[in-house]
């Protein structure tokens, strides 16, 4: 039973709001700000994120668009199947979705960065370079997402300035390894699951797991007791939404840089209320190209090395690919 712990809310508006105050209080401001990033990342790997500048109406706008389009009939949805494409892009029905080899209990509709023909995915005939499916019903889908993503980006930007300056380092110290960030956004849908016999909607919603990469940013809608997250004691509590914020978790490649001073949290959705409910994670991760290895910084920290580098992009591929591996290799 979950506990009723709560995660900490912080402010990120030092970061994200144009000077209003001289130079030496902005400073103080955000060092203040990026203080509390690094307790949060440190100890919890989540928090709720208010001041971040993306607008209320747009969240709340994707949430709605992805309701409705998972309302559409099953053969309009299978329009956009990841079949389609790259088995990785496009609409995944009820229990496509597969993690740690068991059936997940959602639909999703998946997004990547679009691929350019020089990109190190096209120059190592790698996968994943198949073309994102957007619905044309509702209408202005696209248009609402494609905005919504590069909000995201921007934030993501944000976060990890104040992630350097929290392990104190310069603000920028990120940015050689994320001038060309790598975005994924998953559009999910959960059905509520049903512990009645004979049904299919048994299990969970979205199985216990950490993020690949870097930074992810959630938005979900106001369906409570859903998300879980992972405390260091192995206690799982609620992450319920607060209007107005995102929920932000680090990823794997934050693990690898910080050599563990930062913890990429377990967490999982067990959605057994009576709403669909729709939600929005979006993954901040860095150039598909880019070496990630313990900082020396951290290694000051945590001295035994824990990660050797590791490419970005090969770790997302590796995990992607066992999204969709169900049951035989539970025996193995
Ligand atoms: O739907 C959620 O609340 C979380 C989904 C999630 O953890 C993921 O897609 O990685
Ligand atoms: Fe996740």
């Known amino acids: 039973m979950p506990s009723s712990l709560t995660l900490p809310i912080i402010d990120i508006s030092a970061f994200t709001t144009s000077p209003k105050n001289n130079d030496k209080i902005r400073r103080e401001l955000k060092i203040k700000t990026a203080q509390k990033i690094h307790e949060a990342c440190r100890d919890v790997g989540f928090f709720y994120l208010t001041g971040h500048n993306v607008p209320q109406e747009i969240c709340e706008q994707v949430l709605k668009l992805a309701n409705e389009f998972f309302h559409l009939e099953d053969a309009e949805k299978m329009k956009l199947s990841i079949l389609n494409e790259d088995m990785a892009r496009g609409y995944q029905r009820l229990g496509e979705n597969v993690t740690k080899?068991?059936?997940?209990?959602?639909?999703?509709?998946?997004?990547?960065?679009?691929?350019?023909?020089?990109?190190?995915?096209?120059?190592?005939?790698?996968p994943l370079r198949g073309k994102n499916q957007w619905p044309t019903n509702p209408l202005e889908f696209k248009e609402v997402f494609e905005k919504y993503v590069n909000y995201m980006i921007n934030l993501g930007e944000k976060v990890m300035s104040a992630i350097a300056l929290g392990l104190g380092l310069e603000e920028n110290f990120f940015e050689k390894f994320l001038d060309d960030p790598f975005w994924v956004m998953r559009v999910i849908g959960y059905p509520p699951l049903d512990s009645s016999e004979g049904t299919d909607r048994v299990g969970v919603s979205c199985g216990e797991h950490t993020d690949y990469g870097c930074l992810t940013f959630l938005n979900q809608d106001n369906t409570r007791e859903a998300l879980q997250v992972q405390t260091k004691e192995g206690e799982w509590i609620y992450a319920n939404p607060i209007p107005g914020s995102f929920i932000v978790n680090i990823g794997?490649?934050?693990?690898?840089?910080?050599?563990?001073?930062?913890r990429s949290t377990l967490h999982r959705v067990i959605h057994k209320g009576n709403s669909y409910r729709v939600s929005v994670p979006f993954f901040y991760e860095p150039n598909f190209d880019a070496k990630i290895e313990p900082l020396k910084r951290c290694l000051e920290i945590n001295p035994v090395k824990r990660y050797d580098s590791v490419i970005y992009g090969e770790h997302l591929l590796k995990k992607v690919s066992g999204n969709f591996e169900i049951v035989d290799k539970q025996a193995s």
Not at 107 to 117: G, N, Q, S, V, W
Not at 252 to 262: E, F, G, R
């Open 252 to 262: 794997d490649m934050l693990n690898v840089w910080t050599n563990d001073v930062y």
């Open 101 to 126: 080899y068991q059936k997940d209990w959602h639909e999703a509709l998946d997004y990547y960065k679009p691929i350019t023909r020089d990109h190190y995915l096209a120059k190592n005939n790698l």
